[in-house]
């Protein structure tokens, strides 16, 4: 249990860093009071445009591979049956660490790029059929938040089929404690998503058009 907790809080130290907030207050504003309030890709390139988009993935991105790699530095040799939910542990406390940083009053983003970042260090297979299915879905409907949950859908789905089919190579009980985790973090990106979904419901969801519109 303990090795499960100390990656959960690797994990939530790396996702602390909050890129999107330090490039906004860079600029003289708090992502968090701008555009949709979410301290996230998709409201750095909504607010502070392009490059602030894709420094805030690339940031968000790298601190959970990084976790990831942390996790598996320190535990793998010692760990080996247990290693790949220890990075799922990792992953999800970076997201914790992203969603809810507990020095900016709990208020972060929704853990989208954080995501990216943990599903490419976690199998970059299920990277390859999540990034598929956001791109097809975002550049079909212009909406980022439905590729992010579509994409999430498939990772949890995913995790579970790849474990069935025996490709992560751990016992049953881990098994199955990495589909429950794959399956919360799917939850959870839908509960922050939760605004959203209503407003892709209404109709009413914000557009984001990456060339000239
Ligand atoms: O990255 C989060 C995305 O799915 C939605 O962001 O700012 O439109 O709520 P936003």
């Known amino acids: 249990m303990l090795v499960r907790i100390v990656s959960l809080l690797i994990g939530y130290a790396f996702g602390l860093f909050q890129t999107s907030y330090i490039y906004g207050r860079k600029n003289g504003i708090d992502i968090r009071e701008h555009g949709s309030g979410n301290a996230g890709t998709t409201n750095a390139l909504r607010t502070l445009g392009k490059k602030a988009g894709a420094v805030t993935l690339l940031g968000d991105c790298l601190k959970c591979a990084l976790a990831i790699l ?88 995913g995790v579970i089929v790849s474990g069935q089919i025996g490709r992560y190579d751990v016992d049953p009980g881990v098994l199955h404690e990495m589909y429950i985790l794959a399956l919360l973090l799917m939850a959870l990106a839908f509960w922050r998503h939760r605004q959203n979904i209503v407003r892709l419901i209404r109709g009413n969801e914000n557009k984001i058009y990456l060339g000239k519109h």
Do not use: M
């Open 70 to 157: 942390a996790v598996y530095l320190l535990f793998g040799r010692s760990h080996p049956q247990l290693v790949r939910l220890l990075e799922l542990y990792a992953g999800a406390g970076c997201i914790l660490g992203h969603n809810f940083p507990f020095y900016l009053h709990f208020k972060g983003g929704k853990g989208i790029a954080a995501s990216v970042g943990l599903v490419a260090a976690f199998d970059w297979r299920l990277f390859l059929i999540c990034a598929v299915v956001f791109f097809t879905a975002f550049f079909l409907s212009h909406y980022v938040s439905l590729g992010s949950l579509l994409g999430y859908f498939f990772f949890a789905v």
